[in-house]
Structure formats: C-alpha cells, structure tokens
C-alpha cells in the first residue's frame, strides 16, 4: 500500500442554486487503494464522486467553492476536462452501454482520443474486456449489440469502456445495485483486482460491501462528511456517535 494521495479535497462547498449540497468537505484519497462513500439517501455521496470528474459541470446552477486536486493540480481551474475525465473514468449505477457493438463501445474511447490503427484497437478491446472479467463471456460475439447482454455483463462491459482510456482513477456509483449476488460478486473481485492499478472511489449502500472492499471508508450524513478513516476502524471504532448509530442500524 502506498500513502501517496491521489485525490486531495480541500474546504469544499458545493451548491445546487440556493441549495447547500455540500458542507466543508476535506479529504485525501489515497492512491491505488479503494475508498467507499456511504450514508443515508440524499446525503451527497453522488454530488460528491461526481464532482470528481467534474460532470457536474453539466448541472446548472451548480456552484462549488474550495479545490479539488488530481496529483496536485487543481481540476477546476487548471486543467481541461476532457484530459481530467480521460485521467478519471466513471461507471454509473444503471449499466448505460451505448447502443452499439460490445466492440465498438470498448473502442469508443480510444478512438475518440485519435486511435485508428485496427491492430491496436483490437488489443486495447481485448486487454480491457479482460481486465473488467468478462473476455471469455463476449469473445465470440464482439460484434453483437451490446444491449442483448445481461444486466451484469452490461455493467463489466462499462467498466471495460472506462478501463480503455487509461484512467488514473476510476469512480463507481452504486455499481452493484442493479445485480445479482453472482454478478455482485464478480464486480467486487474485479474492483479488488483492478486496485493495484488504480484509485477507486464508490459510492454503496451496502455496508458488507464496503467492508468487504474497500480500504478507507467516508461516512456522510446531511452533505457532511462525519467520519473518514481506515475501513476496519470505521466499523469497528466509530469515533462518532451518529457514525456509530448508522452503522449499527439505529439511524433516524
Ligand atoms: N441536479 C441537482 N439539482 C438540485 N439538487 C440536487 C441535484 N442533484 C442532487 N441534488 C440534491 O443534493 C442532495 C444530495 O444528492 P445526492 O444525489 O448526492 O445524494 P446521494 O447521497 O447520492 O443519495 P442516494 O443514496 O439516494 O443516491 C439531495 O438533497 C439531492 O436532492
Ligand atoms: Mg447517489
């Protein structure tokens, strides 16, 4: 495990018009190691992922104040966001494949970033099915749609469509709870295998998830972030009462 930081948040404050969305938010997401996001519904936890690549800069009259740093360098300010989301990829809870073959949504990316070579886009198709589990599931029907997959296949497919660009880091919203416990499974095992490669950040309403995952857990509550610390010492030692109450199930 490194303690390089990948992620640096600093006293940041997001708003959805009037709406104060998010309360001072510090943390430091360590490099090459998974962190999870829980809490109650409504409480921020997608604001904030989201944030992280900036697709909030969609939403508008969303106003965030503070930093947000990628290795150092401020996201919003200096850098261009097509590089930051190509740096940061990002997998949604609903599986959104696009209407096209498995292939062609794996090659979306790298060719969008000017990859012609058919040889190459071959290999990176191949590698990035294989990193997201699901090669020997689809290797024979690359060229069918991807919209006749499984739910589960779907959401590995999409995880193969982030992996293609390279990213630095890659962001989960509740990337499991559309599946099966079979399906489940295999996108846990895949986001512990993929670790060693990359920072990952999910957000899940599943605490045996988080635990069984993740390394550093944020528990939020009211766009705060109550609690950040080691996973093993979130649940096991909550420093905070309502970080105690929510995990042992006595919330509201
Ligand atoms: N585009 C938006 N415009 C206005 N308010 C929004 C917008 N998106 C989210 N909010 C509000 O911000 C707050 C945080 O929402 P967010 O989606 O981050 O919660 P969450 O923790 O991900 O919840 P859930 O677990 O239900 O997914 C909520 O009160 C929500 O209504
Ligand atoms: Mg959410």
Known sequence: MSDNIKLSIEDMNLFYGNFHALHDIN???PEKEITAFIGPSGCGK???????????????????????ELDGEDIYSDMDVNILRKRVGMVFQKPNPFPMSIYDNVAYGPRTHGI??????????????????????????????????????????????ALAVEPEVLLMDEPTSALDPISTSKIEELAMELKGKYTIVIVTH?????????DKTAFFLLG??????DTDTLFSMP???????????RFG
């Open 27 to 29: 943390m430091h997401i």
């Open 46 to 68: 997608s604001t904030l992922l989201k944030s992280l690549n900036r697709m909030n800069d969609l939403v508008e009259g969303c106003k965030i104040t503070g930093k947000v």
């Open 116 to 161: 012609r070579s058919k040889a190459k886009l071959d290999e990176i198709v191949e590698k990035s099915l294989r990193d997201a589990a699901i090669w020997d599931e689809v290797k024979d029907r690359l060229k069918k749609s991807a919209l006749g997959m499984s739910g589960g296949q779907q959401q590995r497919l999409c995880i193969a469509r």
């Open 206 to 214: 599943n605490m045996q998830q988080a635990t069984r995952i993740s």
């Open 224 to 229: 705060e972030v109550v609690e950040f610390s």
């Open 239 to 249: 420093k905070d009462k309502r970080t105690e109450d929510y995990i042992t199930g």
